[in-house]
């Protein structure tokens, strides 16, 4: 797992090692790094033309020092002085000596049309609000030319906690993070304003605390799909129930029971209205049109999507909720919850919530720039898993835990792809995962399913259950054709 870590806590992890080391020591490791990285990503030296935009601090020092390393190698550099009284004393003098040129923001123009690379060294985590006035006539005029946008650390504009954008903010294409990746650049509009994110370790790794926020890799992701084994039957894989659709729009039930049997295929119970519809689409799905109760046992339910908010859908949710089973309830559920709350908050098995955001703000506020930390409150409140959906969809458990989804695609954003999750992970739940770890590798195999999908394409949810398989697969590592090694 990726831990993510916000600027008080990297701080807290710098202390120890700036008391440590000789003066200016970790700044001239994050500089290295940054310039390897620039190096790389520039393909060149020689003839290649770099402008850093430096500020008042010690993100502005890591930039010129950056900026040394380069004119040493060969790239014209230009450094563009926002604060210059301010601007890091040693790094100005570093990069003097290596042949690096500095100039007033009135004629930085000529530089940036020409820029092969320019470097964001204007805040860093010691940023607040976003960029200044002066900052954001340069920062246009570097976006409108045909350079490599490289933020140093965070990009300038951008909460490193929250991801939050309080007015203007450097469009990035790749960000260079010292130490630890911090929230702010894989979340909310910070996510999109950090492009490609390069961690360079400046050897904080044992000073770091536990984090409170974590992003998962596939090898995560994998590491809580177990495989059948030969003791398995359809029972012991884990038993979903879903409740989802109706009569009149069955494909909620058919997406959400299609998305469980394909995760994770021992056994799925379908109980509602949708019935006929369910039945057609996945013979392998043991169905009844009565109530939940008739379903037979399950080890989790989902409930919810397509099922409507009229007395009897509130009836059903009640009696899901009432059993000591964890459940996920969604869309059409938590328009229901949202006004009677107090059916999640009186549970004392797991609950997932798996909101958008409107349906979010019927639980009374808005998710708003910090999404973490608005997924985090309603967890808190309801006692429940929260998972945001989003561009980077969030997960929250009760006690704070936070995941943030790092797979997907904007293609995802298509009728029907919220029943496909909900499916998914109703059959991590069942398989005995905390709820938060189902919700967050849920929306990991979701997202993964979304590329796959899109790579052929424009794809609508029905794809996506299609393609869940070879997500899985792709996902474990596994290399279709051939037997193993050890096979005779
Ligand atoms: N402390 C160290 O030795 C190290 C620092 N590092 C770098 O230093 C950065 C932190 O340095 P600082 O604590 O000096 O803080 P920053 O360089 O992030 O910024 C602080 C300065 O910017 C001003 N400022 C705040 N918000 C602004 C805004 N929106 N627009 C314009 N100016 C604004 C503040 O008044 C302050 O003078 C890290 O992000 C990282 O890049 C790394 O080199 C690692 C080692
Ligand atoms: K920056």
Known sequence: ????????????????????????????????????????????????????????????????????????????????????????????????????????????????NRADLVLDGIVGIGGSGGLRPDAVAVVDRAAAGPALMVAVDVPSGVDADTGAVAGAAFPATHTVTFGAVKPGLVVGEGRAHAGEVHLVGIGLEEHLPVPGAWQLTDADAAGRLPLPDAGDDKYSQGVVGVVAGSSTYPGAGVLCTGAALRTR?????????????????WPEAIVTDGRPSDAGRVQAWVVGPGMGTDDDARTVLAEVLATDLPVLADADALTLLAREPGLVRDRRAPTVLTPHDGEFARFGAEPGPDRIGAARRLAADLGAVVLLKGDATVVAAPGGTAFVNATGTPWLATAGTGDVLSGIAGALLATGLPAAEAAAVAAHLHGRAGQLAAAGGPFVAGDLVRHLPATINRVRGFRPGGLPDSEP
């Open 265 to 281: 295929p021992g056994l799925v119970r379908y109980a509602g209205t949708a019935a006929d519809g369910v039945r057609a689409a």
């Open 1 to 112: 797992m990726i831990g993510l870590f916000t600027a008080a806590e990297i701080r807290a992890a710098e202390a120890p090692l700036l008391a440590a080391l000789p003066d200016g020591a970790l700044m001239q490791r994050a500089a290295t790094g940054l310039a390897t990285v620039c190096l790389r990503l520039l393909g060149r030296a020689h003839g290649a033309r770099a402008t850093l935009l430096v500020g008042a601090g010690g993100n502005g020092g890591d930039a010129l020092f950056a900026g040394a390393h380069l004119a040493r190698r060969g790239v014209r550099v230009t450094a563009v002085l926002l604060a210059p009284d301010r601007a890091h004393a040693g790094g100005r003098a570093a990069l003097v000596r290596a042949g690096g040129r500095m100039v007033d923001p009135s004629a930085a123009g000529a530089h940036l």
